[in-house]
């Protein structure tokens, strides 16, 4: 099962191989959710954080402490914890990742990611072990696909939006890519206040979306740098895309490329 | 290690090495006897510094350490590289193609340019998705 609904601005798409209906559905016995039901949960999900997180909805709390309207201390729990990531991601990446920007606040770089893993958490508490779910071209993987193979995902070309460049096998991990074919320059570096263009794709693998979307994020900040910063961080393996049509990756990330 | 950090280890082992052998001069006549003896160049052995190799040869006048070059200093291929004093990480490279392949899901853009992905939020905007 594959479904695909527009959130936050973007496609997000929930798929869940068939045997898990029927694998869960005869161990748990009486009540476990349909793939549907799964969806729809995940969807739900989406919707309640775009209504909490959205820069562009302006009864958001985004919106309203952008404004200064709302305290950052006043915010909701949910709020304080993305906070908190920011914080945590703005130390580890030395500054090239920050929600607080030309005096507004934005958290929108980490937000998608994180609003993914949580929409994946609840799949966990529903007994789920494999499924995967995407929005705006990050991924949370888990488990197998319908083959009960790793699942197999591409890497879109920043240069032929219908072409892939490569081919990974991902078991269980998130993936996030960032690109200036996605929003053109829509990622500042913040230590010049002009936009990072000379790089023209940056994939990340981390052990979950939220990690690899906030690494994608500030690596692909720092242009040509990002690739050595990746490489600095053990948790996560980055695939670099230049405009020139040459790919730099970290060794790490050779496990994950289909032949 | 940086290649300075290097010398400068080098230039201090030279250093007090060269001390001890003109303070091992005795009598009376130690310091007449330092003054004459000790000049010239000496070239230290090869001695293994964990990353590789390092050899000194240091120029002593009047038994002062003028100068010291490190004639071999360690090479350390195995950890990173030094380009222009910078460490690099070890990181492949390839030329990317294009591709048609069948794949469950796709990373990477799903707009092709800021005016259309600013267009469609405008849009969903209005329709309160």
Known sequence: ?259 | MKTRTWKRIARAAAASALGLMVSSAAGAQAAATRASAASGTFTGRREYAYYGYVKVQATVRNGTVTDVQVLEFPNENGLSQHINGVALPYLIQETVGGHSWRVDLVSGATFTSQAYEKSLREALQQTGL
């Open chain 1, 1 to 259: 099962m594959k479904r695909t609904e527009i959130i936050m601005g973007m496609p997000v798409t929930v798929a869940i191989p068939d045997r898990e209906q029927l694998d869960r559905g005869n161990q748990r016995g009486a009540w476990f959710p349909t793939l549907d039901t799964a969806a729809e949960a995940v969807f739900a999900s989406f919707r309640a954080v775009d209504e909490r997180f959205s820069p562009y909805k302006e009864s958001s709390e985004t919106s309203r402490i952008d404004r200064g309207d709302l305290d950052p201390e006043d915010a909701s729990d949910e709020m304080k914890e993305v906070l908190r990531l920011a914080e945590d991601t703005r130390q580890r990446t030395d500054g090239y990742f920050d929600v607080r920007f030309k005096g507004r606040f934005d958290p929108s770089g980490l937000v998608k990611g994180w609003a993914i893993w949580k929409a994946a958490r609840l799949l966990d508490e529903d007994g789920f072990l494999s499924f995967c779910i995407e929005a705006g071209g990050d991924i949370e993987v888990r488990g197998a696909n319908d083959e009960g193979q790793p699942w197999v995902v591409g890497i879109r070309s920043p240069f032929d939006p219908s072409l892939l460049i490569r081919r990974l096998h991902l078991h269980s991990c998130g993936i996030a890519t960032s690109g200036t074919y996605v929003r053109g320059a829509h990622i500042w570096n913040p230590r010049t206040g002009k936009a990072a263009n000379e790089i023209a794709s940056l994939t990340v693998i981390g052990p979950n979306v939220y990690e690899a979307d906030r690494f994608a994020t500030a690596a692909f900040a720092m242009g040509e740098e990002g690739i050595r910063f990746l490489a600095g961080v053990p948790e996560v393996e980055g695939y670099m895309v230049d405009s020139r049509g040459t790919a730099t990756y970290t060794p790490g990330f050779a496990r994950y490329l289909a032949a």
